[in-house]
């Protein structure tokens, strides 16, 4: 439909007309705000941390594993160079000892959300699964954070999240602090 | 007519002032739609319609998802 109106809107005159062809669904699957008379629902990115770490495939477990516990993690998600989440490392991963690299340990393809869902639904999976936390990543597999049950559980129970995503100049978005 | 991404988007909105124009029905539009965004349907894009845009700055149309 979009590239429809572009063209329309070329033939009225119109000399620099831009297509953003990946659309609202995009958009909203970022995370971004939207407005409009929809009901406000809590979003998995309301209650998203994104301060876990991450490593390289070709790093040592050694080195990972003290990164990830300095910040207070027992996981760390396991990015390409581009930011694409490959996988997961956490316990018992880090009982190795020696040069292994975290590609041999990872959990490979590790399930991901998407930070335009409904928490609610995603929280009762995960309660009824026992999962601590869920990987959230952009529909290209870019990651942005975790959701962290408990966090989520604050959140549905009206506490209002750490931090939220906005939007930005020249990039997909950033986190920052709520007031 | 110049394809973008969202990064492009966002470029745009906030250096060039660009017009964003959701191009979905009036209902869809009402329900959701991009910050700032006005809505003209694409059955609707006519000289009288469009007259409200600036035909100097950038303008960017979106629907759902290309479709």
């Known amino acids: 439909m979009s590239p429809r109106a572009a063209c329309r809107l070329e033939a009225l005159g ?16 970022t995370g971004l705000p939207t407005e409009g008379t929809a009901e406000p629902k809590q979003r998995v990115a309301d209650a ?3 301060d876990v770490p991450t490593c390289r495939p070709d790093e040592t477990v050694v080195e990972v594993k003290s990164r990830a516990h ?11 160079c581009d930011g694409i ?5 956490r316990s018992p991963a880090w009982d190795v000892e020696g040069d292994v690299s975290v590609a041999e340990l990872m959990e ?16 009762h999976r995960m309660q009824k699964r026992d999962t601590a936390h869920v990987l959230v990543t952009t529909s290209q597999g870019a990651l942005i954070g975790v959701l962290v049950r408990e966090e989520g559980e604050r959140v549905l129970a009206g506490e209002p999240p750490q931090q939220i995503w906005r939007d930005c100049d020249g990039c997909p978005g950033r986190w920052a602090s709520t007031p | 007519m110049t394809p973008i991404d969202r990064v492009r988007l966002l470029q745009l ?19 959701s739609h991009l910050p700032a965004a006005i809505n003209i ?12 845009l600036s035909t100097v700055k950038p303008v960017v149309v979106y629907c759902h998802d290309g479709l």
């Open chain 2, 13 to 31: 909105m906030e250096s060039e002032a660009a017009q964003v124009v959701d191009v979905l029905p009036a209902g869809e539009y009402q329900e």
């Open chain 1, 108 to 123: 490979p393809g590790p399930t991901t959300v998407r930070p335009d869902g409904l928490l609610r639904p995603l929280i």
């Open chain 1, 70 to 80: 300095d910040h207070g993690w027992d996981t760390c998600v396991v990015v390409d």
């Open chain 1, 48 to 50: 998203t941390r994104p």
């Open chain 2, 41 to 52: 349907p694409l059955r609707e894009l006519t000289p009288v319609r469009t007259s409200v």
């Open chain 1, 14 to 29: 119109f000399t620099a007309v831009y297509d953003y062809v990946d659309g609202i669904a995009d958009w909203k699957a």
């Open chain 1, 85 to 89: 989440v490959v996988g997961r490392i």
